[in-house]
């Protein structure tokens, strides 16, 4: 939406190659969430940040509040990693609802 | 992560017809579950928002009499879309809020002829 400018909409990367998917806020988010839309539609709960970085294997993800953007790394990419990656953030002062993205389509190719 | 049944996977209805769908949070207590649709172009739209012995709160362009909401406890949520309409078309996601974080289920795509 408006508020989630979410880039790029599209990312095309070779086996065990790596990028960056990125999320800037218009407005004071309060926690961002980033999930994965597999081929089947089932969304993924990857990460939920208040603040800083976490890492859970090959994925990284920070959200910066002050400087409104939250980022998504994708390190040795493989093939199960193709799908839809969306950012979603929950306004400051808002509890419960999340304002999504518009996705970026990932597609690991051998 | 914790795991959100959400049944049918797809359904189609006639135009004007209408279809319940129903979401079960196994093995956890939800503190809230919020219902959004998909859209073919992929966006998202928050339908309502529902927490247990709270008003649901619908977002602007849904209403409680198009989409009757049901959450009698902390693991159960349903939905209904009364007479359903070609622009009702899509994927109805309920997510389970449970630690901050929000799960979903697969997802009910519906077709509508």
């Known amino acids: 939406g408006d508020q989630v400018e979410q880039s790029p909409s599209a990312l095309s990367l070779h086996e065990g190659t790596g990028s960056a998917l990125r999320c800037n806020f218009t407005t004071t988010m309060r926690a961002v969430q980033w999930f994965q839309q597999n081929s089947r539609g089932s969304l993924i709960n990857l990460f939920y940040l208040a603040s800083g970085t976490k890492e859970n294997g090959r994925l990284k993800s920070t959200f910066n509040s002050k400087e409104s953007y939250s980022t998504l790394h994708i390190r040795d990419a493989q093939l199960e990693d193709s799908g839809t990656y969306f950012c979603?953030?929950?306004?400051?002062?808002?509890?419960?609802?999340?304002?999504f993205g518009l996705g970026t389509t990932l597609q690991v190719q051998p | 992560g914790a795991l959100v049944y959400q049944y049918p996977r797809r359904t189609i209805c006639k135009s004007g017809t209408s279809m319940r769908m129903e979401c079960q949070a196994v093995g956890f207590q939800a503190t809230s579950v919020a219902w959004y649709r998909q859209s073919p172009q992929k966006t998202f739209e928050l339908i309502a928002l529902?927490?247990?012995?709270?008003?649901?709160?619908?977002e602007q362009n849904f209403t409680q009499e198009k989409f009757p909401i049901s959450h009698p406890n902390l693991s159960f949520s349903s939905m209904t879309v009364l007479n359903a309409y070609l622009e009702d078309r899509g994927l109805y996601l309920c997510g389970a809020r449970y630690n901050e974080r929000l799960f979903f289920g697969h997802g009910t795509k519906l077709s509508v002829l």
């Open positions: 979603a953030a929950e306004l400051a002062g808002n509890t419960g609802k999340l304002i």
């Open positions: 529902s927490t247990v012995n709270s008003a649901i709160k619908y």
